[in-house]
């Protein structure tokens, strides 16, 4: 390398002059730390896959998905349920605070600061620890999501009315209404179809009207007096109209 004007560049031995691709090194060379992903490893995961594959069908064969009957969007007694995954959300909305005109707040907003709390966590606590104890905001938001969940999951099955739910989803044979009959009608004009449902299937806080194992006059003696959580004086119509409706019901039978 000459210096001053007619100065050049020979070479930089900090250089290397063969530039070698960056491979990385089979995991041969690692024994006892590594294995192949075909097909040792895809094989662990695939037996492992079977194992619960096998376990899943057999625990809904044992116990079958609790089917209910067919929806009835006419029935204002029924007690929703959602999935366990959603009963923490489900029970907020039974607070009068997030219900009713305030539901916005708890369908939308207070689980979006929930959720927008856990999002943020990582970035309001960016110390370089990995154990709990060393960040304790982190740590902290997720032990108070956790707790919550687990709380409003709990108290939604706690509360609710495991009886009623049963009753009302329970399965009824099929019977042909006719929505035109006069029976039919007059219970529609006295509100019974509200808990009874529109098929006459019965709901929460009523029984089936189907397949009733009483007579006329016994039947015509609930409707006037109650029974159960049925009021008396339900029925506004002339005893006329109550014969009617009585006869009605005692032909829905099963097929």
């Known amino acids: 390398m000459h210096r001053g004007?007619?100065?050049?560049?020979?070479?930089?031995?900090r250089v290397p002059a063969e530039r070698m691709p960056n491979i990385p090194k089979d995991y041969s060379e690692y024994p006892g730390k590594t294995e192949a992903f075909w097909p040792n490893f895809l094989l662990k995961e695939w037996m492992v896959g079977a194992v619960f594959l096998i376990g899943f069908l057999c625990l809904t064969v044992a116990h079958p998905s609790p089917l209910e009957k067919i929806?009835?969007?006419t029935d204002t007694a029924?007690?929703?349920l959602p999935d366990w995954y959603f009963l923490f959300l489900y029970q907020l909305l039974k607070y009068s605070y997030a219900s009713g005109p305030y539901t916005v707040i708890g369908a939308m907003i207070m689980p979006g600061l929930a959720f927008g709390g856990l999002l943020l966590?990582?970035?309001?606590?960016?110390?370089?620890?990995?154990?709990p104890s060393k960040r304790p905001l982190a740590t902290g938001f997720m032990l108070l999501a956790i707790a919550g969940i687990f709380y409003l999951t709990w108290e939604s099955v706690a509360t609710h009315n495991w009886e009623a739910a049963k009753?009302?989803?329970?399965?009824?044979?099929?019977?042909?209404?006719?929505?035109?009959a006069e029976g039919y009608k007059l219970l529609e004009a006295n509100t019974c179809l509200t808990c009874h449902g529109a098929e006459l299937t019965g709901g929460a806080g009523a029984p089936a009207l189907v397949g009733v194992k009483l007579s006329n006059e016994e039947v015509m003696e609930v409707i006037k007096?109650?029974?159960?959580?049925?009021?008396?004086?339900?029925?506004?119509?002339?005893?006329?109209?109550l014969q009617k409706v009585a006869e009605f019901i005692t032909s829905l039978q099963e097929k």
């Open 121 to 131: 966590a990582p970035f309001i606590d960016r110390g370089p620890h990995r154990r």
């Open 225 to 241: 007096n109650g029974r159960n959580a049925m009021p008396a004086g339900m029925f506004k119509g002339t005893d006329e109209e």
């Open 167 to 180: 009753a009302q989803g329970k399965i009824v044979a099929e019977v042909e209404v006719d929505h035109e």
């Open 5 to 13: 004007k007619g100065m050049k560049f020979v070479g930089d031995s």
């Open 71 to 73: 929806a009835d969007p």
């Open 78 to 80: 029924y007690i929703p």
